[in-house]
């Protein structure tokens, strides 16, 4: 399995509506999960597009 880049509780944190917590089910942090790595492997394309070895935020 690989490590993941999302930190679980860093999302629970995160995850209010008017100060009050909500749950979160363990298929949303799957999905977040594979979100995130679509949006670094993107990023990287880009960036080597751009002759780049550093990610920017204009890569997202």
Request: hydrophobic share 40%.
């Amino acid at each position: 399995m690989t490590k993941s880049v999302i930190v679980k509780s860093q999302v629970k944190e995160l995850a209010k509506i008017d100060s009050k917590p909500l749950s979160v089910a363990e298929e949303f942090y799957k999905a977040l999960e594979e979100k995130n790595k679509q949006l670094i492997q993107e990023a990287c394309k880009r960036a080597k597009l751009n002759s780049r070895n550093t990610l920017m935020a204009r890569d997202l």
